[in-house]
């Protein structure tokens, strides 16, 4: 049995049709056909069932595929604690991020500290975050929701003030503050319905003693700022650089914040350049909010 079989079977496993597992591994199909047959005649058992060309892991498949990849995560740390041992300048740190724009700053003012460190990022949506700390390759998400599930550490690491963004002209504009309830009978530009801040908007309103008359509804900051601009209706908005252009209210009531949380598995290891950048974001975000040097 060869650590490139145990790889091999895993991607086979989880896509169960060998074409794309051939594809995403960048071998020829028969190869990993072959490669696959020979891991099964080494254990004596067929891993997966097979109908004409359609493969589906089997009950001896399923067992093995999480000794597997239990045996492919221990070795893949073990890479990057010899990786980190080396030295941290060379490592890089892996962030899924909700709202990317939110770290440019801290990612900017990091990487001239340590400019060989390279990261590597990808947006998701805030509710697929629970899957995708999954990932062996992850270090940490980013995100202002909550992930609830055993075995995560978390630190509230930014704490984002959500004001009322309103169209030019509006009758509140030339106002700096407002009670939500004063919103009651507009109309809101808001997230698609099921999105974790739609809840969250949603929930202010209500805070406020009313149901919001959602008139446009989009996926992101941008395209919500978009429509404010256009005078279709007014929005919650943070604090990112997308809304800076519009007018933007304080809510004095109801409270309305965000805290974004820095998440990650407390079994995985975290390399020296990942700890590190842990604490300077939390000591990045401390100054930037009080003015306080941690």
């Known amino acids: 049995m060869e650590l490139l079989q145990l790889h091999y079977f895993r991607t086979v496993a989880q896509l169960e049709h060998m074409t794309k597992a051939a594809e995403e591994l960048h071998i020829a199909q028969p ?59 060379y490592t890089s740190i892996y962030i899924v991020a909700s709202a990317i724009d939110r770290l440019s700053g801290a990612l900017k003012k990091f990487l001239s500290m340590h400019p060989k460190i390279n990261f590597r990022i990808t947006q998701a949506s805030m509710d697929n975050m629970a899957q995708l700390i999954e990932d062996p390759e992850v270090d940490f998400c980013f995100t202002a929701v909550p992930i609830v599930r055993p075995g995560v550490f ?36 808001n997230y698609r319905k099921g999105y974790p801040f739609r809840i969250m908007n949603d929930t202010l309103c209500y805070e406020a003693g009313f149901s919001p008359n959602v008139v446009c509804e989009a996926d992101d900051p941008g395209s919500i700022a978009s429509l404010v601009r256009a005078g279709l209706g007014v929005a919650f908005v943070g604090s ?52 306080v040097k941690k």
């Open 240 to 291: 990112c650089k997308i809304d800076d252009d519009l007018t933007k209210l304080r809510i004095n009531e109801p409270a309305c914040h965000r805290i974004y949380e820095l998440v990650w598995l407390k079994d995985r290891y975290l390399s020296l350049a990942a700890r590190n950048f842990r604490d300077f974001l939390v000591a990045y975000f401390l100054e930037l909010q009080t003015g």
């Open 154 to 189: 978390t630190i509230p690491v930014l704490k984002e003030e959500i004001f009322l963004g309103v169209p030019p002209g509006h009758r509140f504009a030339n106002r700096s503050k407002i009670s939500l309830s004063e919103a009651a009978n507009e109309p809101f530009i």
């Open 31 to 89: 190869a990993l056909s072959q490669s696959i047959s020979r891991l099964e005649k080494d254990l004596g058992v067929p891993l997966f069932d097979r109908k004409g060309r359609q493969i589906k892991l089997n009950s001896y498949g399923k067992i093995f595929l999480q000794k597997a990849e239990t045996a492919l995560k221990v070795l893949e740390e073990g890479q990057r604690e010899l990786s980190d041992r080396a030295g941290m300048e």
